[in-house]
């Protein structure tokens, strides 16, 4: 039931701050799977009593979407969506405005969705409640769109309009905010 890993968000030694649009877009696939973990973790606690393994999961989704998840937005923050904004066409520009609501919306849908897996990791609490599945279920819920939208149009359209040194200071600076070796 666990996915542990030492630091989420890294790790695939095919993707690294050399090609960072790949990097985010390997974020996304951890995103995912962090998402399918607390999907895993509700429907485990439908049946099962809360034990060292749900724990673990909570966890789990704790630290990804504490750690590797603000990290990725300020990354699309800083490097992708300015450009957009600045030199990028109608539908780019659009589509960055509606990501940036995004990014807000899951900022406070993650702190009522953080609170409760908090607690289920603590044992101060052994269940969701069908009201706290919804308040999940709504955290979770934007991240499909959210991504098919950065993938679909607004990674690409950045790619096109960033020259390939301004890529490399990108994942240059990334690097360094997250304090990883280069």
């Known amino acids: 039931m666990t996915a542990s890993h030492a630091l ?5 030694p095919a993707v690294g701050f050399d090609t960072p649009f790949d990097m985010l877009e390997a974020c996304h696939e951890r995103v995912l799977r962090s998402l399918a973990l607390l999907q895993k973790l509700q429907d485990y606690l439908h049946d ?3 034990d060292d393994s749900a724990r673990q999961a909570a966890r789990d989704v704790l630290r990804y979407f ?7 937005h300020e990354d ?3 490097h992708v ?4 904004l600045e030199r990028g066409s109608a539908d780019a520009v ?11 919306a899951m ?4 702190q009522a969705a953080r609170a409760l897996l908090q607690a289920l990791a603590e044992g101060s609490q052994e269940s969701f409640s069908a009201a706290d599945e919804a308040v999940l279920a709504r955290f979770a819920g934007v991240y499909a769109e959210h991504i098919r939208l950065e993938e679909d149009l607004v990674y690409p359209a950045a790619r096109a309009l960033l020259a390939p040194e301004v890529v490399q200071a990108m994942g240059a600076e990334m690097r360094r905010r997250r304090g990883a070796a280069g």
């Not at 659009?94 to 807000?104: F, I, N, P």
């Not at 900022?107 to 993650?110: L, P, Q, R």
Request: proline share 14%; charged share 20%; glycine share 6%.
């Open 8 to 12: 989420p968000g890294f790790g695939d």
């Open 48 to 50: 099962h009593p809360c």
């Open 66 to 72: 504490d750690m590797a998840a603000p990290l990725h």
């Open 76 to 78: 699309e923050e800083l």
């Open 81 to 84: 969506f300015p450009p957009l």
């Open 94 to 104: 659009a589509a960055v405005r509606q990501l940036q609501q995004d990014h807000e």
């Open 107 to 110: 900022s406070a849908n993650w």
